[in-house]
Nanobody, 126 residues
Framework: VQLQASGGGLVQAGGSLRLSCAAS????????MGWFRQAPGKEREFVAA????????YYADSVRGRFTISKDNAKNTVYLQMNSLEPEDTAVYYC????????????????????WGQGTLVTVSS
């Protein structure tokens, strides 16, 4: 599967953005989908994940309550709605696909994912 992330940009603290990740291929509903981010000089970190059908989600503590992940299998797209953005959220955001069944302990590790999008930059100004 090929992934294309979009929707990044510059926003003021407290603002909102919605990221999209469009997937190619007929088996999008077979993948657990995740969002990760990487700030300059830091390791890639888990943000959120959603199960194959979209009924289960899991979030990093740093974004829980502010970000919402959703999945539209009919449109082969996963979204990340980001509200109450903070300067600390500034990073390149990546979507990723994991063919394994849903497992939050697995979903938080970048190595669990076989496919990655190219990343989209989110900059939050103070």
């Amino acid at each position: 599967v090929q992934l294309q992330a979009s929707g990044g940009g510059l926003v003021q603290a407290g603002g909102s953005l919605r990221l999209s990740c469009a997937a190619s291929g007929p088996t999008f509903s077979s993948y657990t989908m995740g969002w990760f981010r990487q700030a300059p000089g830091k390791e890639r970190e888990f943000v959120a994940a959603i199960s194959r059908i979209g009924g289960r989600t899991y979030y990093a503590d740093s974004v829980r309550g502010r970000f919402t992940i959703s999945k539209d299998n009919a449109k082969n797209t996963v979204y990340l709605q980001m509200n109450s953005l903070e300067p600390e959220d500034t990073a390149v955001y990546y979507c990723a696909a994991d063919p394994a069944p849903w497992s939050p302990p697995r979903a938080v590790h970048p190595r669990s994912y076989d496919y990655w999008g190219q990343g989209t930059l989110v900059t939050v100004s103070s």
